[in-house]
């Protein structure tokens, strides 16, 4: 990779999607899974790397808080996906703040090998040989996701959920496997548990950047945020 590197910041294992786009690259916007991260920046695999060098803005999501910073490509490495290695520079307003947190928590007793992201989305999810359940996803994470069912399925059903149509990135699917059910309470749908199977590693990746950035649509579409709003 042509790049000797002077560590500042311990790393801690995590896998986590975040947005990346960049001002000097006309059209770059890509969402990347974390591979470890630090106080002073983050691995990050992407679909297509930028050059060392290149100015970034990422964005990130820790317990339903958007934080944005600036952020220069350190080094890059072949493979697929691509890795990049990248420094924070800037801060938007207080979101250091969230990133803080998710570090002291990361160096804790109990560290997370994965974040879960808070959504609200609209589903449609396929039952072999040709079911088809209406769902919305409550949470996400690198490892499955939590869902609402009109109807109970059984403990490792295999079920292809499906991104709705309408997003900024194109129709996804991603084969998981239900681990565990919930009965409701009155009036409510039943809530189920699914894992992403470990043969379905390149359609989990854009599942997780689908939904992502209906998450982000939702922020820009809302009036009056900005990235500032989510310090404390």
């Given amino acids: 990779m042509g790049y000797t590197e002077t560590r500042e910041h311990p790393r801690f294992p995590l896998r986590m999607p975040a947005l990346c786009e960049s001002s ?10 974390t ?13 297509e790397t930028l050059a060392p060098g290149t100015p ?17 490509v350190v080094w890059t490495g072949a493979g697929t996906p691509g890795q990049m290695g990248l420094k924070f520079t800037k ?3 207080t979101d250091h703040r969230i990133w803080d947190q998710l570090m002291a928590f990361q160096a804790g007793s109990t560290p997370r090998s994965s974040l879960r992201i808070p959504i609200d989305l609209e589903i449609a999810c396929l039952i072999p040989p040709d079911s088809r359940l209406p769902g919305r996803a409550q949470n996400i ?12 399925l059984d403990p490792r059903t295999r079920v292809l959920v499906a991104t709705p149509t309408g997003l900024t990135l194109p129709l996804m699917e991603a084969e998981t496997e239900v681990m565990w059910t919930r009965t409701p309470t009155v ?32 922020e820009e579409e809302s009036p009056g945020k900005t990235s500032s709003d989510n310090g404390t």
């Fill in 35 to 47: 591979r470890n991260v630090s106080h002073g920046g983050l691995l990050l695999e992407v679909p």
């Fill in 141 to 152: 994470s690198d490892g499955g996701l939590m869902i609402t069912l009109p109807q109970a």
């Fill in 24 to 33: 000097a690259v006309p059209g770059y916007r890509t969402v990347g899974l």
């Fill in 91 to 93: 801060w938007a307003g």
């Fill in 56 to 72: 970034t803005n990422i964005l990130v999501n820790s317990e339903g808080q958007n934080a944005r910073s600036e952020a220069v």
């Fill in 187 to 218: 009036g409510e749908d039943f809530l189920h548990g699914l894992r992403f199977t470990k043969d379905d590693i390149d359609k989990e990746f854009f599942l997780i950047g689908a939904l992502l950035q209906e998450v982000l649509d939702q």
